[in-house]
């Protein structure tokens, strides 16, 4: 899988949630494993980037570090304001191995999502609570190489 493919394996994943869940959508992540894609909401995830922290923090050693998972995705609904009006859209980052962390986001149309925006790499100042992802991802051992971010031979 590359990280283009884990993209678009994220952003299908927020379209299926969104499909299941309707607004506010429930924060979630996306585990692509080698034998199967696991998506977990996280039915009551804090407001706060504190306890976003420690709640990513728990789930990567719970579920990423026993699993080996080399790879991950964030779903979440936000609002997003420009020019004095807001719109709700849903943001997905995703990371990988020695990647680093990317996000890219899509606003709420009539129930269903509209176009993604261009995926950037996240600053490392923006959205902290994800570190404990990404750093859960990058203790992951590699069996492959090259473009491949599950490591899988």
Do not use: K
Not at 14 to 35: E, F, K, Q, T
Not at 37 to 61: E, I, K, N
């Amino acid at each position: 899988m590359t990280i283009d493919e884990l993209r678009q394996l994220c952003q299908e994943a927020a379209r299926d949630l969104l499909a299941r869940h309707g607004s506010p959508l429930p924060a979630a992540v996306v585990l692509p494993l080698s034998s199967q894609t696991q998506v977990a909401t996280l039915g009551d995830f804090p407001a706060d980037d504190d306890d976003r922290f420690l709640a990513l923090s728990h789930f990567a050693a719970d579920r990423m570090v026993p699993a080996g998972a080399s790879c991950f995705g964030f779903v979440a609904e936000a609002e997003l304001s420009a020019d004095g009006s807001a719109m709700d859209v849903v943001v997905v980052a995703f990371g990988a191995r020695q990647r680093g962390t990317w996000v890219t986001a899509a606003q709420i149309e009539h129930g269903g999502l509209g176009q993604f925006s261009e995926a950037e790499q996240l600053e490392a100042a923006a959205l902290p609570f994800l570190r404990p992802l990404q750093h859960a991802a990058d203790m992951a051992t590699a069996a492959g190489s090259g473009d491949d971010v599950l490591g899988l031979p």
